[in-house]
């Protein structure tokens, strides 16, 4: 009974705001990775721009909201010289964009829920 009452506090808790590494046009990740900000409502998502051209590198990082990083990842490409950008977002624990590569998210709520399911099922 008590796991029960703590899985549902854990589904039910108030969202915290999430802490994004934010920079403008730096050449490297690691000199991008200097500066946090939490995001504020209703900006929800870290969001990474990689613009390439040729040798030129310049990473953005930002708060955003889902809807919007959702939107530029979709139209973001590079043609086959490798020019172009990507945008990678992520909402999954704080600071989440500190690599300028894509990566894999897990998202808690449904982790939890998958262990709470688990665990009824084991019962």
Known sequence: MLLRLAILCLLVSPVLSL???VCSSSPT??????NTQVCQAPLDTCMTIVDILGSTTAIVKQCA???TCTGAAASASLD??????T???????N???????????I??????VAVGVLLLLAR
């Open 107 to 112: 998202h808690t709520t449904l982790l939890l």
């Open 29 to 34: 990740n690691e000199a991008c990775n200097q």
């Open 65 to 67: 909201s889902q809807a």
């Open 87 to 93: 945008v990678n977002c992520c909402n999954s624990f």
């Open 80 to 85: 086959a010289n490798g020019n172009g950008n």
């Open 19 to 21: 802490e994004c590494f």
């Open 95 to 105: 600071q989440c964009n500190f690599s300028g590569a894509e990566s894999i998210h």
